[in-house]
């Protein structure tokens, strides 16, 4: 007898709690039908815009003459911990004779990058900047070395210096 | 024919489970010995994600170091960094601005928070409850958004360094989190009312997979796991740092020692930790969101040992210094590895189905056992 209402209360139990999760569903699918949690993408990808601190990749920033800040100092090539930055540098003859080192190319791979900022933190002349790019696949593998200053560009000459 | 069933029935016999079962949440590989359904033995194979990151560590700086130990447990990325910065931080007598402090410690609790989300996710899933796999991951992304506005990654941040953080919060930080607060305390008691008092899963895991404390103890296997078995093993507790000596929360314990246990002290956890963020979320001070330090940092020789409250447990990080700007040896105690080797005396015996349950209520993550 006593394993009978055992059972049957058992089994009364079970459903009640089956019936009370249920109405946790049913709920949401009552109330919030058409309720959409998850981004449309890519169908939002013209509006979709990411935080301003996303990490997406490192970028170079040029202002509107095509100048940026980087003097070519090598310490983002030290700091990084994937080897995945190159920075070239040329040597340039100014007009009064004196050798300068410049910046030819700034390599960065990022299919090497493990986006720990270290290289952006490290610059001393804050030349380095997260961009929010994140739709980086690519069909070969070199595709992935990008060349971060731009063609002709140039070091931001200082105020009050000529 | 009656003579076949008899010998199966009788015979031991080998099975893999893994490297690419689902239910190992990654590349483990189990190698079972089962009588009929019933589990004989168990035999954790590691080292399918093994990726060297304690030698890796020999030949970096110790800012570099930080990158590296997100992508151990990366659920908990935040504590792991925490780890390797206070240990730096505390070999050279560094001592850091408060802000930073109030910043490490909430990040610290989000990130055990959305840890303990995507374990709730996956034991439902474990046990075919695919429901609270969506609602589990829903209630998880408002943390990653945060993470994601202040820090700029989802999943793996690298946000702390040594002397402090690599960037200051964003200033929608705190309205982020209360109503993150706000909206977590309601739907908590939903994971509840959907999974905690369910008959499958109550039957599937109450009086199951029973860890005693004594086993507890001597497999190491702590966090929550070991707090259901009545380990009191919380280092924020025992050995605070950061800023757990000002909080106020409790430790969770249970004693049964059963799958269930496991699960209720992590339910538990949660809410711990939002009154832990709540407590500390509207007077962050303001101030410097680190210090200065030297480009190149050089401990001093020794040994350092430094340990912290990961979401699965007590992760250790250990570095002896020869006084040069790469540590000399660097050895990592992560919670997974002691954990999984108490799983052939937690399931020997019990079915193989149930293995899955106690799995789940394990919550391993693999690329922290193999490194
Ligand atoms: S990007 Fe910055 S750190 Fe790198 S070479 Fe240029 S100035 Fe130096
Ligand atoms: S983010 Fe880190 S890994 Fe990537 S290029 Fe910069 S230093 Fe190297």
């Known amino acids: 007898m006593r394993g009978l209402i055992n059972y049957f209360s058992g089994m009364f139990n079970g459903i009640i709690s089956l019936v009370k999760g249920m109405g946790v569903t049913g709920k949401y699918f009552f109330t919030s039908p058409v309720t959409i949690v998850t981004q449309q993408y890519p169908e939002n990808r013209k509006t979709l815009e990411m935080f301003d601190a996303f990490k997406g990749e490192v970028t170079m920033p040029h202002n509107e003459n095509n100048e940026h800040k980087c003097t070519a100092c090598n310490i983002c090539q030290i700091n990084c911990p994937n080897g995945s930055i190159e920075v070239v540098s040329k040597d340039v003859v100014n007009e009064e004779g004196k050798k300068k080192k410049e910046l030819d190319k700034h390599h960065y791979n990022i299919g090497m990058c493990s986006f720990c900022g270290l290289c952006i933190k490290t610059c001393p002349s804050n030349a380095l900047a997260w961009g929010q790019e994140f739709e980086h696949a690519m069909f070969t593998r070199n595709k992935f070395v990008k060349t971060l200053n731009n063609e002709g560009s140039k070091l931001i000459q200082k105020k009050g210096v000529e | ?371």
Request: glycine share 8%; with cysteine.
């Open chain 2, 1 to 371: 024919m009656a003579e076949i069933i008899q010998d199966i029935q009788e015979q031991e016999y080998l099975i893999n489970m893994g490297p690419q079962h689902p239910s190992t949440h990654g590349v483990l590989r189990l190698v079972l010995s089962l009588r009929g359904e019933t589990v004989l033995s168990v035999q954790p194979h590691c080292g399918y994600i093994h990726r060297g990151i304690e030698k890796m560590c020999e030949r970096l700086t110790y800012q570099q170091i930080i990158h590296l130990t997100d992508r151990l447990d990366y659920l908990s990325a935040h504590i792991n960094n925490h780890a390797v910065c206070m240990l730096v931080e505390n070999a050279l007598g560094v001592e850091l601005p408060e802000r930073v402090k109030y910043i490490r410690t909430i990040m610290d609790e989000l990130a055990r928070i959305a840890s303990h989300q995507l374990w709730w996710c996956s034991f439902g899933m474990d046990l075919g409850a695919l429901t609270a796999f969506f609602y589990g991951l829903r209630d998880r992304e408002p943390i990653l958004d945060i993470f994601e506005e202040s820090t700029g990654g989802r999943l793996i941040q690298s946000y702390y360094t040594p002397g402090g953080l690599m960037k200051d919060i964003h200033p929608g930080f705190q309205k982020r989190v209360k109503d993150f607060i706000k909206m977590f305390r309601k739907k908590i008691n939903e994971y509840d009312q959907l999974l905690s008092g369910n008959v499958i899963m109550t039957q599937r895991t109450q009086g199951i997979g029973i860890l005693t404390e004594e086993e507890a103890i001597s497999f190491g296997v702590t966090g929550p796991s070991g707090r259901g078995s009545g380990f009191e093993c919380d280092i924020r507790k025992h050995h605070p740092y950061s800023l757990y000596n000002k909080v106020e929360f409790k430790e969770i314990l249970r004693t049964e020692g059963d799958s269930f246990a496991r699960y209720s002290v992590r339910m538990d956890e949660m809410r711990e930790s939002l009154n832990i963020i709540e407590q500390l979320i509207d007077n962050i001070p303001a101030g410097d969101f680190s210090v200065k330090m030297k480009p190149v940092i050089k401990l001093p020789e020794g040994e350092y040992y430094q340990r912290v409250e990961a979401a699965r447990g007590e992760f250790g990080v250990f570095i002896s210094s020869k006084g040069e700007k790469y540590p000399y040896r660097v050895k990592l105690r992560s919670p997974n590895f002691s954990n999984l080797s108490a799983l052939h005396s937690i399931a020997h015996g019990q079915k193989i189905a149930d293995l899955v349950a106690i799995g789940a209520s394990l919550d391993y993550v693999i690329p922290d056992i193999d490194r």
